[in-house]
Structures are given as C-alpha cells and as structure tokens.
C-alpha cells in the first residue's frame, strides 16, 4: 500500500465514518450506531486522555481521527477510536482473552472485514482472519472500516495515475 499524507488519510478516515448512517447498518445483526461520533478537534481533553492511557494504549492524539465515546459520563475510558494508522475499541478482545488482536487493527494490514451477530471478522492479507466482538456497533464497525479501505484503496489508484511513468 502506498503511503498516504497524515492530512489525506485524515480525510479518509473522518469522511468514512462519519458518512455512515443507520439505513446502512440495517443489513447487519448489530444493527447501532454510536452516539455522536466526533472529530480530534470536538473531543474533550479528558476523553483524549483516557482514550489514549486505556483501550487506545499507543495512539498518538494527533493520529485520532473519530472517536466514540462509549461511557455514559463522555469520559473517554471505552469506545471506538478511528486512527490515522488504525482501529481501536474498548470491547474487541472481550472474548479473546487467551490471544488479543493486537490494537490497533492496521488499515494497511486489511483486505476486507464482513460481520456476524455481535462478531467482526477481520481478513488481513496474507490470509489470516481473527474475529473480534463489536457489540451493537458491529454493523457500524464493518461498514466504516469497509469505506476507509475502499477510500484508501481509491487514494491510492488516483496517486498511481498521477504518477509519471
């Protein structure tokens, strides 16, 4: 995969998830969408923290892109954290005990990612597929992730044009 500017995949990221809307989740089992999905620059300095010191351990705040917030108090502590590089939530592993995916889940590292009941499976290239638990958001989960590999994907065609041959 080519790599793409921080302000390109930026844009990717926050047009993708933040385009989904519930008539697009309704041919999943998890069938929710996350109140109020927000951008780095709406999210509190206390979310930031807690995002970035619990579930999003090794995110940079510069590197978030959308976050939702999953707590009842908007402290940041679980949630769904959409990278620059990656995907984070605070329930992923919930049933992975003995072997977590590792966090974040690597657009680059992503062939595609499809959805069953409360599971997400993710299938990387290469030929591995790990599920992980998306709750009530997995049917969001799927179809944000599915449109930031077809917006990467899509960059990436239209820099290759670009390109002298």
């Known amino acids: ?18 385009s989904v809307q519930p008539a697009d989740v309704k041919k ?9 999905p927000q951008k780095l620059s ?10 970035t010191g619990g579930f999003a351990a090794g995110c940079d705040r510069e590197e978030i892109a959308v976050f939702c917030d999953g707590t009842l108090t908007s402290n940041g502590k679980k949630g769904l954290l959409f990278s620059l590089k990656g995907f984070y939530s605070a329930e992923l ?6 072997s977590p995916l590792k966090l974040p889940v690597c657009y680059e590292e992503l062939e595609r ?8 499976y993710f299938y990387f290239k290469g030929g591995q597929v790990a599920n ?16 930031i590999l ?13 390109e002298p041959a």
Request: charged share 30%; no cysteine.
């Open 132 to 147: 992980g638990y998306g709750s009530v958001y997995s049917g969001f989960i799927v179809e944000a992730l599915s449109r």
């Open 150 to 162: 077809r917006g990467i994907a899509a960059a990436g065609a239209e820099a290759a044009e670009q």
């Open 113 to 120: 990612v499809d959805e069953k009941k409360d599971e997400i």
């Open 28 to 36: 999943y089992h998890g069938k929710s969408i996350p109140v109020g």
């Open 42 to 51: 709406s999210m509190k300095e206390k979310q930031i923290v807690n995002a």
């Open 1 to 18: 995969m080519m790599n793409l500017s921080p302000e390109k995949m930026r844009k990717i990221v926050e047009e993708s998830v933040l």
């Open 93 to 98: 592993n919930m049933f992975r005990k003995k």
